[in-house]
């Protein structure tokens, strides 16, 4: 049969007649439906342009929180990205020994920013104290002869009690720098675990000691808290929030 219907269309080519066009039952309704997709992929790349955000800025920080990225000068970011190794140095001393890293042996152990080297003449020549947990009283620095630093075996003894060990740092002398605490909690009775870090700063640099370091009263007293980047957030701060 095949064979018969090419044999009569050579025929016909052959006498000089037309062949017959055969359209498809469905050419009409198809082409239709490839204008209509074509259509709606144009409308939804149209309505991605036109709703994207024009640019993309970093995640919002509360009103008592400060962006390390943007939110501080150049003499607290040195002092901040100082603090931030020097914090997990102290937890893992604290979780080895039961102890606190103090000043004078943050002398011997040469741990920025508490070190006294070039770095800390650059910034500021910062005064930073160590408030021991339960004793809230500050613990005096290197050489000031009116306020003895306490022996290893008191230090030793101050954790013992419930609270947080602070290292306070003030009278930065560079314009506008802050004050700056490092607040290590909680140093648990018993067990020796201090499991968090947090850094605040104060617009004025000679800010006193403000006695109680729970977020609530640090706020309260004009104290921020400084919102760290990690790779997530700096992924989200340049390419906005992903699906």
């Known amino acids: 049969m095949a ?8 025929a016909d080519l052959s006498a000089g007649k ?3 066009v055969v359209r498809p039952a469905s050419g009409r309704w198809e082409s239709v439906a490839m204008l209509l997709l074509t259509l709606s ?3 939804c790349l149209a309505g991605y342009l036109l709703l994207r955000p024009q640019q993309v800025g970093p995640p919002a920080a509360l009103s008592w929180q400060v962006r390390s990225f943007d939110g501080l000068n150049a003499v607290d970011q040195a002092i901040h990205s100082a603090l931030l190794p020097a914090g997990e140095e102290i937890i893992w001393n604290n979780n080895d020994t039961g102890g606190w890293i103090t000043l004078e042996h943050a002398q011997k152990i040469v741990l920025p920013p508490f070190y006294r080297d070039a770095f800390w003449k650059n910034n500021g020549e910062v005064h930073w104290q160590l408030i021991l947990p339960g004793s809230h009283q500050a613990h005096a620095r290197s050489g000031d002869a009116a306020a003895p630093a306490p022996s290893p075996s008191e230090v030793s003894q101050a954790t013992q009690g419930q609270g947080a060990a602070v290292y306070y740092g003030s009278g930065g002398r560079l ?4 004050a700056y605490l490092l607040v290590i909690g909680h140093a648990h009775a018993g067990v020796m ?5 947090t850094i605040w700063v104060h617009r004025d640099p000679n800010a006193p000691y403000p006695g109680i370091v729970k977020p609530e009263s640090l706020v309260g007293k004009g104290w921020r808290q400084v919102i760290a980047y990690d790779g997530n957030s700096e992924i989200e701060r340049v390419k906005g929030t992903q699906p």
């Open 3 to 10: 064979s018969q219907a090419l044999h009569d269309l050579d």
């Open 18 to 20: 037309p062949g017959k």
């Open 41 to 43: 992929v144009i409308a």
């Open 175 to 178: 314009p506008g720098q802050s």
């Open 193 to 197: 675990w201090a499991n968090q870090a």
